[in-house]
T-cell receptor
Framework: EDQVTQSPEALRLQEGESSSLNCSYT??????LFWYRQDPGKGPEFLFT???AGEEKEKERLKATLTKKESFLHITAPKPEDSATYLC???????????FGKGTLLTVNP | DVKVTQSSRYLVKRTGEKVFLECVQD?????MFWYRQDPGLGLRLIYF???????EKGDIPEGYSVSREKKERFSLILESASTNQTSMYLC????????????FGQGTRLTVV
């Protein structure tokens, strides 16, 4: 069974203070690892897909990286508008479904 | 842009009612999903469909059924609503292929009283 664990559960940063969120996973035959952003009361918004170890993707202040056991979402010089819950999900080789972690609630204070 | 639209943002229903949640996607995606999201439990898959009239149970299908009569529309049915089905319900769609991302609707906050 696919499993995803995200840490920390919550992270509070000052504006401009860079940090990283962790997503550890176990999956049989990784087809894709996905990062989403979710604002309160809304559906998850797709950010990145990573397919293989060593791959990196960037979007504005966010950079996602992937190893064989975990993924990191690096946030460089965050702004208050980056405050949200960040979700990690995996799809394994024999499944249609996405298995999600419980998310990291990021708060960026001005 | 991919658009997944859920018919209601907020719903309040009574215990025992039959409840329909509707979802429509406009990108001709083969796969459609229904998740529920609860604090501390994350997103859990209820049902998914990989083609018209095809469906498979997810992790928590009890008390739910689904219908997919047209490719763009996927309905979640609560046969007899109960208070433990109070939750945020999220619909998603994705193209066929294991490495493809899923796109979510805005969610339906259902309260069963």
């Amino acid at each position: 069974e696919d499993q995803v664990t995200q840490s920390p559960e919550a992270l509070r940063l000052q504006e401009g203070e860079s940090s990283s969120l962790n997503c550890s996973y176990t999956v049989s035959g990784l087809r894709g690892l996905f990062w989403y952003r979710q604002d309160p009361g809304k559906g998850p918004e797709f950010l990145f897909t990573l397919y293989s170890a060593g791959e990196e993707k960037e979007k504005e202040r966010l950079k996602a990286t992937l190893t064989k056991k975990e993924s990191f979402l690096h946030i460089t010089a965050p702004k208050p508008e980056d405050s949200a819950t960040y979700l990690c999900a995996v799809r394994g080789g024999s499944n249609y479904k996405l298995t999600f972690g419980k998310g990291t609630l990021l708060t960026v204070n001005p | 842009d991919v658009k997944v639209t859920q018919s209601s943002r907020y719903l309040v229903k009574r215990t025992g009612e039959k409840v329909f949640l509707e979802c429509v996607q406009d990108m001709d995606h083969e796969n459609m999903f229904w998740y529920r999201q609860d604090p501390g439990l994350g997103l859990r898959l209820i049902y998914f469909s990989y083609d018209v009239k095809m469906k498979e149970k997810g992790d928590i299908p009890e008390g739910y059924s689904v219908s997919r009569e047209k490719k763009e529309r996927f309905s979640l049915i609560l046969e007899s609503a109960s208070t433990n089905q109070t939750s945020m319900y999220l619909c998603a769609s994705s193209p066929v292929g294991g490495g493809t991302e899923a796109f979510f609707g805005q969610g339906t906050r259902l309260t069963v009283v």
